[in-house]
């Protein structure tokens, strides 16, 4: 799936872009499904199970900022999640055994979709290892005015930055105090059926969609099966290797590997999507988004 320059620049990088991943019919798929889920919207007021709202969302305007576990609500969804080239890729980066962990459809409207503040996933759910990454499939062209993903080159070898405001965890490097150069920040950008795919120490976050076109990036967490999370703990472990995708391994014997671990710890005082967990962060780069 991967050529070894792919391969070499993911491990240099941290992130790389692959095209021509889903076909434009899988794409015109998960289009029509997702535009079934906002006019859904229009029946709710606030945050729900499923939607994540943007400020001044309203049925006659539907403004939807995130679709939550997207695999939970459309098979669609749960097709690509297992699509064959995805694992395929994953089976080359991280290890012969895939485990899945979640999803959710980050959507950001022309002219207002919301910003992401810098982070690593990483310090949300760290794990024995660090074979994790995370999938960005782009159901819609990708470029620098609708807000795309933005990755530090190389963040993933270097430390797990403090995510912390006040004494509780809030999902957000802080803009200033850091000392990180965003400068050097790469936008994966793509045509519609491309994916990213950035290992979860990397350093990335996402500006306003400043331009008329929509950018819909539908995630998928996956992690070598042999991670084990150090955060939270599986409850249901028939649930939990139900989640092994492809390969085989040993369920109780984990991989150790020497990575560094910021706990997730006192929780965020919002609890929620990232949205909601990084009101309290300071010294914003994207500049705060309004709340509900």
Same mark, same amino acid.
């Given at each position: 799936?991967?050529?070894?320059?792919?391969?070499?620049? !993911?491990?240099?990088?941290?992130?790389?872009?692959?095209?021509?991943?889903? *076909?434009?019919?899988?794409?015109?798929?998960?289009?029509?499904?997702?535009?079934?889920?906002?006019?859904?919207?229009?029946?709710?007021?606030?945050?729900?199970?499923?939607?994540?709202?943007?400020?001044?969302?309203?049925?006659?305007?539907?403004?939807?900022?995130?679709?939550?576990?997207?695999?939970?609500?459309?098979?669609?969804?749960?097709?690509?999640?297992?699509?064959?080239?995805?694992?395929?890729?994953?089976?080359?980066?991280?290890?012969?055994?895939?485990?899945?962990?979640?999803?959710?459809?980050?959507?950001?409207?022309?002219?207002?979709?919301?910003?992401?503040?810098?982070?690593?996933?990483?310090?949300?759910?760290?794990?024995?290892?660090?074979?994790?990454?995370?999938?960005?499939?782009?159901?819609?062209?990708?470029?620098?005015?609708?807000?795309?993903?933005?990755?530090?080159?190389? *963040?993933?070898?270097?430390?797990?930055?403090?995510?912390?405001?006040?004494? !509780?965890?809030?999902?957000?490097?802080?803009?200033?105090?850091?000392?990180?150069?965003?400068?050097?920040?790469?936008?994966?950008?793509?045509?519609?059926?491309?994916?990213?795919?950035?290992?979860?120490?990397?350093?990335?976050?996402?500006?306003?969609?400043?331009?008329?076109?929509?950018?819909?990036?539908?995630?998928?967490?996956?992690?070598?099966?042999?991670?084990?999370?150090?955060?939270?703990?599986?409850?249901?472990?028939?649930?939990?290797?139900?989640?092994?995708?492809?390969?085989?391994?040993?369920?109780?014997?984990?991989?150790?590997?020497?990575?560094?671990?910021?706990?997730?710890?006192?929780?965020?005082?919002?609890?929620?999507?990232?949205?909601?967990?990084?009101?309290?962060?300071?010294?914003?780069?994207?500049?705060?988004?309004?709340?509900?």
């Amino acid at each position: 799936m991967l050529t070894q320059d792919q391969i070499d620049a !993911y491990r240099r990088d941290g992130f790389i872009i692959v095209p021509d991943v889903l *076909s434009p019919q899988e794409i015109a798929e998960l289009r029509a499904v997702t535009d079934g889920f906002v006019e859904q919207s229009r029946g709710v007021s606030a945050h729900t199970d499923v939607f994540d709202l943007e400020p001044g969302h309203t049925a006659s305007e539907p403004r939807v900022r995130r679709i939550k576990t997207p695999h939970v609500q459309a098979e669609i969804y749960v097709r690509v999640m297992r699509h064959p080239k995805i694992l395929a890729a994953l089976q080359q980066l991280l290890s012969p055994a895939i485990r899945f962990d979640t999803s959710k459809l980050n959507m950001k409207s022309p002219g207002y979709g919301a910003a992401v503040e810098w982070h690593q996933d990483w310090a949300f759910y760290p794990h024995t290892n660090d074979d994790l990454a995370a999938v960005g499939v782009m159901m819609d062209d990708c470029e620098m005015e609708n807000g795309p993903l933005l990755c530090v080159p190389g *963040s993933h070898l270097g430390p797990i930055h403090d995510h912390h405001a006040d004494g !509780y965890f809030c999902g957000a490097i802080d803009g200033k105090a850091s000392g990180i150069d965003f400068s050097a920040a790469v936008p994966c950008t793509g045509k519609a059926g491309s994916i990213s795919i950035h290992h979860a120490r990397t350093i990335h976050g996402s500006a306003v969609n400043t331009s008329t076109k929509p950018r819909r990036l539908l995630l998928f967490q996956y992690s070598a099966a042999d991670a084990w999370p150090l955060a939270t703990q599986p409850g249901d472990w028939a649930e939990w290797n139900s989640r092994l995708l492809c390969g085989s391994f040993d369920p109780v014997a984990p991989r150790l590997a020497d990575v560094p671990v910021r706990l997730p710890l006192p929780g965020p005082r919002h609890s929620g999507s990232i949205y909601e967990i990084q009101r309290e962060s300071k010294n914003s780069f994207f500049g705060k988004a309004a709340s509900m």
